[in-house]
């Protein structure tokens, strides 16, 4: 069972930068496909951007497109997002989500879950 936990998350300014990251521990066995979900308030969760296991393929939600990158990190089922020139449209809670996959996943259909880390933009 793999279990993902999030951070990174804070108050940013219009325009400004922020890294999530995610850690994935309890099944180094697996690959996983993974990415990024995020939820506003009152709204469905969304799609945000993914990465295959290898991280050789990554995927992007028009809305993020040329604003955020997704990476995976040298640790197995580490993850990150860098989010730079942000909006007040941004603001969701964040959560990273995981699926034996080797493709991406592009969808909210991921098996795994973390449980969020607040990304509120506002100035």
């Known amino acids: 069972q793999l279990q993902l936990e999030e951070s990174g998350g804070g108050l940013v300014q219009p325009g400004g930068s922020l890294k999530l990251s995610c850690v994935g521990s309890?099944?180094?066995?697996?690959?996983?496909?993974m990415g990024w979900i995020r939820q506003a308030p009152g709204k469905e969760r969304e799609f945000v951007a993914g990465?295959?296991?290898?991280?050789?393929?990554?995927h992007y939600s028009e809305s993020v497109q040329g604003r955020f990158t997704i990476s995976r990190g040298h640790i197995r089922n580490t993850l990150f997002l860098q989010m730079t020139n942000l909006k007040p449209e941004d603001t969701a809670v964040y959560y990273c989500?995981?699926?034996?996959?080797?493709?991406?996943?592009?969808?909210?259909?991921?098996?795994?879950w973390g449980q969020g880390t607040q990304v509120t933009v506002s100035s």
């Open positions: 989500a995981a699926k034996v996959s080797r493709a991406v996943v592009i969808d909210t259909s991921y098996d795994y």
């Open positions: 309890g099944d180094p066995a697996s690959n996983y496909a």
């Open positions: 990465t295959s296991w290898t991280g050789a393929r990554t």
